[in-house]
T-cell receptor, first 112, second 115 residues
Framework: QQQVKQSPQSLIVQKGGISIINCAYE??????FPWYQQFPGKGPALLIA?????SEKKEGRFTISFNKSAKQFSLHIMDSQPGDSATYFC???????????FGQGTTLQVKP | GAVVSQHPSRVICKSGTSVKIECRSL??????MFWYRQFPKQSLMLMAT?????????EQGVEKDKFLINHASLTLSTLTVTSAHPEDSSFYIC???????????FGPGTRLTVL
């Protein structure tokens, strides 16, 4: 019940295309859903985050879509660039604990 | 803003020795910090929650006597891997949340190699 399931495990997209990564959860106590980007040998960097009272949030080329009834959320990267090639993690935070449960990660490769 | 640093970035030690890793929030105060462990090509696994001025809370399966955590101030938490063995080799990452906020900011990580 504490898991966050992320798919796909890996993704190859052409430059300029849209990258879509999906996550699903079971625990309704999750109240905060961030996405992180991680480059090899580096710590994760926060990209964008959403709360369940909002169905969509956009920041630049990054958009989170949130479906509370389906317990799913996704990251869309518009106009994907080779510099976006990295591993992306979704996460969910348990209410009043701050603890983050991470998805399994998606390795994105954007081809020039 | 919201920068978290870790020191050292890399450490190689012999089996049986102890290693201390520092995590600092540089431009904000953090009542709570978190320690994660990440194996190659895997996700981040939460090891423990570090609370300033009190004992850390460890996740199930994490040995508290092996991974000693101290959070002595609002900007510093330390993780000491005691009597390290090769299986402790991993990438250790800390995170910190500004007091009262949900957002976690991650440090750059520490690569520990135990020979």
């Amino acid at each position: 019940q504490q898991q966050v399931k992320q798919s796909p495990q890996s993704l190859i997209v052409q430059k300029g295309g849209i990258s879509i990564i999906n996550c699903a959860y079971e625990n309704t106590a999750f109240d905060y859903f961030p996405w992180y980007q991680q480059f090899p040998g580096k710590g994760p960097a926060l990209l964008i985050a959403i709360r369940p009272d909002v169905s969509e949030k956009k920041e630049g080329r990054f958009t989170i879509s949130f479906n509370k009834s389906a317990k799913q959320f996704s990251l869309h990267i518009m106009d994907s660039q080779p510099g976006d090639s990295a591993t992306y993690f979704c996460a969910a935070s348990i209410l009043n604990t701050g603890k983050l449960i991470f998805g399994q990660g998606t390795t994105l490769q954007v081809k020039p | 803003g919201a920068v978290v640093s870790q020191h050292p970035s890399r450490v190689i030690c012999k089996s049986g020795t102890s290693v201390k890793i520092e995590c600092r929030s540089l431009d904000f105060q953090a009542t709570t910090m978190f320690w994660y462990r990440q194996f190659p090509k895997q996700s981040l696994m939460l090891m423990a929650t570090s609370n300033e001025g009190s004992k850390a809370t460890y996740e199930q399966g994490v040995e508290k006597d092996k991974f000693l955590i101290n959070h002595a101030s609002l900007t510093l938490s330390t993780l000491t891997v005691t009597s390290a063995h090769p299986e402790d080799s991993s990438f250790y990452i800390c995170s910190a949340s500004p007091t009262g906020k949900d957002t976690q900011y991650f440090g750059p990580g520490t690569r520990l190699t135990v020979l």
